[in-house]
């Protein structure tokens, strides 16, 4: 399996401030995307880096935002963050299996 | 854009009892149709996946069906075992491990 580490494992924010999670595949492939998975509910597509570029981007305002380094490691970016941002943000690569994901990051915002 | 919908949201079956959980999907040009399945603080794990050209997939107890026509696929857990508690998501992408649209989850329980 290719492994994807995240970091941090859990934080804790206030409204308002800004956070910044990250991301490194063993792989080191060339293509990362970024899911946040509110509790109860599905992953969400926030969107996918290829070679340093976004690719491909879901129904999430610009505050949420992205890079991907030339070693292909990856960050997400969220500013001016909402009580409705809490949740758990997931990096994932391509595998094999199709899609890898970390185990995460949990964000929660007081 | 692609929109899954999943069902039933929990489920409960005897241990050695099957299990089906129904997804249904808008995008006539989606290919690609994972299923995941999550622990408790765990990341989604990938448990079966399939293609367009296919109908029916099996690995071992776990299978999946795909009608292309009516725009849904299912998985089939047969011989359920306690250890088979978790959450089941499916997907659907245009591309294989390429911008997932997850349905809202299933809540597998397997009582002893």
């Known amino acids: 399996e290719t492994g994807v580490t995240q970091s941090p494992t859990h934080l804790i924010k206030t409204r308002g401030q800004q956070v910044t999670l990250r991301c490194s595949s063993q792989?080191?492939?060339?293509?990362v995307s970024w899911y946040q998975q509110a509790l109860g509910q599905g992953p969400q597509f926030i969107f996918q880096?290829?070679?340093?570029?976004?690719?491909g981007r879901g129904n999430f305002p610009p505050r949420f935002s992205g890079l991907q380094f030339p070693n292909y490691s990856s960050e997400l970016n969220v500013n001016a963050l909402l009580l409705g941002d809490s949740a758990l943000y997931l990096c994932?690569?391509?595998?094999?299996?199709?899609?890898?994901f970390g185990e995460g990051s949990r964000l929660t915002v007081l | 854009g692609e929109n899954v919908e999943q069902h039933p949201s929990t489920l409960s079956v005897q241990e050695g009892d099957s299990a089906v959980i129904k997804c249904t999907y808008s995008?006539?040009?989606?290919?690609?149709f994972p299923w995941y399945k999550q622990e408790l603080g765990k990341r989604p794990q990938l448990i079966i996946d399939?293609?367009?050209?296919?109908g029916e997939k099996k690995d071992q107890r776990i299978a999946v069906t795909l009608n292309k026509t009516a725009k849904h696929f299912s998985l089939h857990i047969t011989e359920t075992q306690p250890e088979d508690s978790a959450v089941y998501f499916c997907?659907?992408?245009?591309?294989?491990?390429?911008?997932?649209?997850f349905g809202g989850g299933t809540r597998l329980m397997v009582k002893p």
């Open positions: 994932a690569s391509p595998g094999p299996p199709e899609l890898f």
């Open positions: 792989s080191g492939h060339n293509t």
């Open positions: 880096y290829y070679r340093e570029e976004e690719n």
């Open positions: 995008d006539s040009a989606s290919n690609y």
């Open positions: 399939i293609r367009s050209n296919v």
């Open positions: 997907a659907a992408s245009r591309q294989a491990g390429n911008m997932l649209t």
